[in-house]
């Protein structure tokens, strides 16, 4: 059993990369996209994916773009935002926009791997409340 | 800056502005004399025209006048005789007492211009005479005016001496008593008729004299007519049909004079009136005397004037001109920073990407180095220190751009109305483990009464924190104090944060604020932090200044000016606009 299934959003190619193996070794399944656009397509065909890792400063579609867009589309997924430069700004317009968190590049692993967890526990509570809510529903009709 | 060119600097801007000085004097002199002395030349010339003008036309009516009384003075003493030769008969004129009561007569009526009277028969033998001098029986037959008198009706002599010899001149008339010549005549006393001609006085100098067309005096002046200047004042008056002459000379004896000449007696007296021009012009002479002190009293308060003016001027001019180039010296100290700034942000997201992916494929060979097959290695231990030391020189990268990046990203500049020893307060709480742990005391002297400031709290605190992590960094080893004092004085708040520590060395201490500048060792200081304060300060409108001495210790000093009071704290004026800004800010 994986500890969570991962999108990572980045635009530098080695950096995706090394970051899959090593996340894969620490038992995440690791989906990789280079680019907004592709992340979009690639979470509306596989509905495995729990958490997003995003990097803010890409070319084309940014990353402050691309959360606000798999807000609208997927709400329960949980994006970690990640920047290459400390401009606390973006982090804080990140957060207001729904992210989970937000870290700085080059991280910690320590760090990222247990805000993915965070983030992934967040996401299931948050199903498991909704199907509460669902059965809560339907017991109440058949009742 | 180096000191020559400097001096070099200094030595031609004192050219330029002496030379800028000598300019304004120019121009204020030229512009000023050119009209005072283009309106006094005018005037004066003006005056001296119609002045010269008057004058000669006041002399000529004066010597015509002159020359109508002496004409008729003639003419009368003529009309005298002619009346007495007329209506007596020879029997009574030849008879003496007869004679002598007749120039009592004239005497009593003339007074003392008839000196005698004569009846000469056309023999030229005087049959009778009536006078003071003994002339009965006197021959005339040889004298000039007998002959001159025997062939006109009457007859005028010149001045000569005659029997009697006085000077004097006759008035002859003639007569015809039984078919013969007789002539009557009267001596007219030369005194009596030279006080008449000299009675014409202008002025001190101005004096007139008879002569006659032979060039002789006829008159006896006070003072001595050479000859070439009557031969000179004849030919002037003969050159035309004039009545009346006028003509200056030439110096003469160092005076001009002005002569005025006028014929009389059927010309053959020539009427001169002489006067000095010095004396006849006197009074233009005083007027251009005074003309010319105001002149140069006026010359001298322009030129004093021009003096004063200038230097002031100048002084202003090169006060601004020093003002000017000190805001340049900051636009380019602040178009430095921002562009160096601008560069850096560049090169930090270049480089940051690198470096973390360089971060990260080490972090992947640490994993691998994880699995078993690779633990027995001898090398193992060396692979993981290596590996280590790429992370941490990664991490350090990654600190230097961020120090990049936040020196050139615009930080949290949104401002609020804080209160500035609150924000000291904060950042002493912050800082006082890391004191603690150099053995560092902070201790603040804050004044109470420092009013709410405008400014962004988050930047101040920046400002703040890097002063005093660079005191505690120089006093790592040996501990000391820190005093951080906040006080207002007038339209300023100072906040002084002094160290005790070493000191900035002299020659470094112009460069502390320069971008990069560090005196920290490789890979401790990005040399950014100070410069970031400078840029901060300045954008505040405040200042940033440093005092140091080696072994005594350091003090910073920012100085914010008061106008970033917070709206709430300054004199109720105008309706505020800030509090909104401030509210906003607030979120």
């Known amino acids: 059993m994986k500890l969570a299934t991962v999108l990572l959003v980045d635009d530098e190619a080695p950096f995706v990369a090394a970051m899959q193996k090593r996340l894969t070794k620490r038992e995440l399944e690791v989906e990789t996209s280079l680019n907004g656009n592709d992340a979009l397509a690639l979470l509306d065909k596989n509905n495995t994916i729990e958490v997003i890792i995003l990097d803010v400063k890409m070319p084309g579609m940014d990353g402050i773009e691309t959360l606000m867009e798999i807000k609208r589309r997927h709400p329960l997924l949980e994006v970690i935002m990640l920047t290459g430069h400390a401009t606390v700004e973006s982090a804080i317009e990140g957060m207001k926009l729904g992210a989970f968190d937000y870290l700085m590049k080059p991280c910690d692993m320590d760090i990222l791997l247990s805000k993915v967890t965070e983030a992934a526990d967040k996401k299931r509570k948050h199903e498991i409340k909704i199907i509460e809510a669902r059965m809560k529903e339907i017991t109440q009709r058949m009742a | ?587």
């Not at chain 2, 062939?151 to 002599?157: G, N």
């Not at chain 2, 030439?250 to 010095?278: C, M, P, S």
């Not at chain 2, 010359?299 to 200038?310: D, G, K, R």
């Not at chain 2, 200081?525 to 100070?530: A, D, F, I, N």
């Open chain 2, 1 to 587: 800056m180096n000191p020559h060119m400097n001096y070099a600097t200094s030595h031609s801007d004192a050219n330029f502005y002496q030379s800028l000085t000598r300019k304004i004097i120019l121009t204020i002199m030229i512009v000023s004399f050119s009209p005072m002395i283009l309106v006094i030349v005018t005037l004066l010339y003006q005056f001296r025209d119609s002045y010269i003008e008057k004058t000669d036309d006041h002399l000529v009516e004066v010597v015509m006048k002159h020359k109508q009384n002496i004409d008729a003075f003639l003419k009368e003493r003529l009309s005298n005789l002619r009346f007495l030769s007329a209506n007596r008969s020879l029997e009574e004129l030849i008879n003496e007492p007869f004679l002598q009561e007749k120039l009592n007569l004239l005497k009593r009526e003339y007074g003392l211009v008839f000196t005698d009277l004569g009846l000469i028969n056309d023999e030229g033998i005087q049959m009778a005479y009536a006078g003071p001098f003994n002339l009965s029986q006197a021959r005339y037959a040889d004298a000039d005016w007998f002959h001159e008198a025997i062939k006109s009706s009457y007859y005028i002599s010149d001045v000569f001496l005659g029997l009697r010899g006085h000077p004097h001149f006759i008035i002859a008339v003639r007569h015809t008593y039984g078919g013969r010549y007789w002539i009557l005549r009267a001596t007219i006393d030369f005194t009596a008729f030279n006080s008449l001609v000299e009675n014409l006085r202008v002025g001190r100098t101005g004096i007139a004299f008879l002569i006659n067309k032979d060039g002789q005096l006829q008159t006896k002046p006070s003072f001595d007519v050479t000859p070439p200047k009557i031969e000179y004042l004849l030919k002037a008056s003969n050159q035309d049909e004039k009545e009346i002459h006028m003509f200056r000379n030439a110096e003469e004896e160092g005076r001009r004079h002005i002569y005025v000449t006028a014929f009389l007696k059927n010309n053959d007296w020539l009427l001169v009136f002489q006067q000095d021009a010095a004396d006849a012009f006197s009074d233009l002479d005083r007027t251009e005397k005074i003309a010319a002190v105001i002149f140069l009293l006026g010359a001298c308060a322009i030129l004093f004037m021009a003096l004063i003016l200038s230097r002031r001027i100048v002084r202003i001019i090169r006060s601004a001109d020093k003002k000017n180039e000190m805001m340049q010296q900051q636009v380019v100290e602040t178009g430095k920073l921002a562009s160096l700034g601008e560069l850096a942000a560049g090169i930090a997201h270049e480089i940051n990407n690198p470096v973390a992916i360089m971060v990260e494929e080490a972090g992947w060979i640490g994993d691998l180095l994880e699995e078993e097959d690779l633990r027995e290695t001898n090398n193992l231990a060396e692979f993981k220190k290596s590996l280590k030391q790429i992370h941490t020189q990664g991490k350090r990268c990654k600190d230097i751009t961020h120090k990049l990046l936040s020196f050139a990203r615009k930080t949290d500049s949104q401002t609020k109305d804080v209160q500035i020893n609150d924000l000291i307060v904060e950042i002493v709480a912050l800082s006082s483990q890391m004191a603690k742990y150099n053995s560092v005391d902070i201790r603040t002297h804050l004044q109470q009464d420092i009013p709410r400031m405008n400014i962004s709290p988050s930047e101040m605190q920046q400002v703040l924190l890097n002063l005093i992590n660079n005191a505690l960094y120089v006093m790592e080893k040996k501990g000391g104090i820190i005093d951080i004092t906040s006080k207002q004085s007038q339209d300023q708040v100072f906040i002084d944060i002094a160290d005790n520590g070493p000191g900035i060395p002299e020659s470094i201490l112009p460069r502390i604020f320069d971008p990069f500048f560090t005196t920290k060792p490789v890979g401790k200081g990005t040399g950014l932090g100070l410069s970031i304060c400078f840029g901060i300060v300045q954008k505040m409108g405040g200042d940033i200044t440093v005092n140091s001495a080696v072994g005594i210790g350091t003090r910073f000093r920012i100085k914010l000016p008061i106008a970033n009071m917070a709206q709430s704290e300054r004199p109720a004026t105008a309706p505020s606009v800030k509090t909104e800004e401030a509210t906003l800010s607030l979120e």
